[in-house]
């Protein structure tokens, strides 16, 4: 019988996240009880957000305890089935960790269609991250056409989606990103007007060549500098979509935010979302996705890691911003 | 003839505004041109806004030029017209300055009707300051039944307005307030649940006592460390309305603000507004509010200082919190 490989959580990082905070163990292949299936897990997805589920601070959600698997979705394989509604060999999405595989009932399961689109996009652009791209930009940053937004990380398996979305609504989309090679695609590839690399020592300069009437929309993914070099260039009636800080997501004691006066006179709406709030919107974001995916339309990128043991590091690689478009372990 | 006695930024503050930074003249009465009418100024409303006036910053609108006249909303009675949409004794609404005298083309005021409500209250709960709390409520807090609500400034001319609005509709109102007179009015006379003294050692406490699920609407007049005390109670959904932040306004250089992480965390709504924006619905809330009003379930207080001469102190008083009620200048 095979090895189930696990990821565990050995610590709580203590600033910046180690290999050292994780153990990989190997252990028996569950076996489903009644009415639960067995899965062979093909693709896990690393997400900024399991930084925070390995804190022990409140939050939205549970923090992984000490000593157990570490969270994620993944799209797996079933093997066996104790329910009808499942048989050995369909394709399914869930939440079940960094591990080779697991038991879960069908009802905690999505079913994908292969033929739809490659079954790893339900964890990207059709999944939790392109979601996220389209709450937040419906809800909050509902950008207009002429206007200008800017989008931080925007090359990610977010910040890609947000961006070609308000394209798609004719605004001007100003990417900002780490390094050549991220902004030659993102302006190359995903169709932004311009992308600004963060690490220029004129980026605030281009900044302002960028947005000569400053910023309508702020699509905030990664705080800290670049946050502290947007923030001031929010136009009035700006809205700031306050997505995540992942250059904060390692400091062990919060930095100073942005003086609020400027919400007042600006009449600045910074309002802040969690995908799972809204989950039950993920067909209305499929169904819209699909056909403009197949029509060349709407683009993506996957930054591909072999092999459960190299999840550690690709996942710390993904906090300093090595991964280059949506960070997908590949595990069957 | 009369004069004209004016109060003029003699310069632009420094920090803290000081008595020098005006300068009080004597000029001839003004004498209406073509379709202008003269007005003699009975009340004059000075507000926190006025402060932004003072400084050369820029702003959602113009600073005072140094030597012209301080900028403020009055109410006065027509001496002259040489218009027929006004004729002498009308009482009017317009924004004219800190003056005894002025001249203004009946297109910009607005004829008051004596027998409707005191004429002053044109300047407070049925003006500016009412309308502020009206929109802001409205359009961002928001408050639901049984959501608790912190109004900072409690007992000032927005303040006391947005608490008992807040109340009516079915919320938990807690004011905050400085001295115990001030929360003593606000909790008896405006029927707030509670009012909590700023200054008080144990204000923290008192906070998180009157708040035990957190704060689900704060109301933001004051910035400074009550802020700093409210932002990390807020409740997951909370809104910010962002009105203003008196405390800060001396402040040369800005103070930093509260890390933004958590307003993904709790999904918060940190949104500014300027009532001007919003002047077209003022006859809404006059309508809705003088019948209130009338029936003794909207309360206000005004704080009248006599003569213009006392305009500069009265207005760094309101800066540092020694008003109590709206504060008017009585000069007619």
Request: with cysteine; net charge neutral.
């Amino acid at each position: 019988m095979a090895e189930n490989t696990q990821v565990l959580l050995a610590r709580r990082p203590e600033g910046k996240v180690r290999v050292e905070d994780f153990s990989i163990v190997r252990s028996a292949v569950p076996e489903p009880g009644p009415g639960e299936v067995l899965l062979r897990h093909l693709w896990l997805s690393l997400d900024p957000y399991q930084r925070g589920r390995m804190s022990a601070a409140k939050s939205y959600a549970q923090p992984v305890a000490v000593g157990a698997v570490m969270e994620c979705r993944a799209v797996a394989r079933v093997e066996k089935s104790n329910d009808p509604a499942l048989k050995p060999g369909d394709i399914v999405l869930g939440a079940y960790g960094w591990q080779e595989w697991s038991v879960a009932s069908p009802k905690e399961l999505m079913k994908l269609d292969p033929a739809e689109a490659p079954v790893q996009t339900a964890l990207g652009i059709l999944g939790m991250p392109g979601l996220t791209a389209h709450v937040g930009m419906s809800d909050i940053g509902q950008p207009k056409r002429g206007e200008t937004v800017v989008i931080s990380a925007a090359s990610g398996a977010v910040g890609a989606v947000a961006g070609q979305i308000a394209k798609a609504e004719g605004a001007r989309v100003i990417g900002i990103a780490g390094g050549a090679a991220k902004c030659a695609y993102v302006r190359e590839e995903l169709g932004f007007d311009a992308c600004l690399d963060h690490r220029d020592a004129d980026f605030i300069q281009a900044l302002d060549a960028a947005c000569p009437k400053g910023v309508d929309v702020y699509w905030e993914n990664v705080g800290g500098a670049v946050q502290r070099a947007v923030f001031p260039r929010l136009a009035d009636f700006a809205r700031m979509v306050m997505c995540g800080m992942i250059a904060e997501y390692n400091d062990p004691v919060p930095q100073p935010g942005p003086n609020l006066m400027s919400a007042v006179r600006k009449r600045l709406r910074i309002q802040g979302f969690i995908v799972s709030d809204s989950w039950q919107r993920l067909p209305e974001w499929r169904a819209a996705a699909i056909p403009l995916i197949r029509a060349g339309k709407l683009r993506y990128r996957e930054d591909v890691v072999d092999g459960i043991e190299a999840a550690p590091e690709a996942f710390i690689g993904l906090l300093e911003g090595r991964n280059f478009g949506k960070l997908l372990i590949k595990v069957g």
